[in-house]
């Protein structure tokens, strides 16, 4: 058993069983390609941020530095 915590997505889309956390609670969990798919997934929104497809599919609030 491998335990991977990571903000970068391309890591997390690897695992077998994804755990999606927002201020420290989960809000999703489950296979990667099943969370993408749901209807208002956070995953996704966080996907397409991450890829730099949609400046808006985060708020500008929730983003936070890592330093």
């Given amino acids: 058993t491998v335990l991977?915590?990571?903000h970068r997505l391309t890591t997390a889309r690897q695992a077998d069983h994804?755990?999606?956390?927002?201020h420290g609670s989960v809000v999703?969990?489950?296979p990667w390609e099943a969370l993408?798919?749901?209807e208002d997934s956070r995953?996704?929104?966080l996907w397409?941020?991450?890829?730099?497809l949609d400046d808006d599919a985060v708020a500008q609030d929730?983003?936070?530095s890592s330093f």
């Fill in 28 to 30: 999703a969990e489950g």
């Fill in 62 to 64: 929730a983003l936070r």
């Fill in 48 to 52: 397409t941020a991450q890829l730099g």
């Fill in 4 to 6: 991977t915590i990571t």
């Fill in 43 to 45: 995953l996704a929104r």
């Fill in 18 to 22: 994804v755990v999606v956390l927002d």
């Fill in 36 to 38: 993408l798919a749901g």
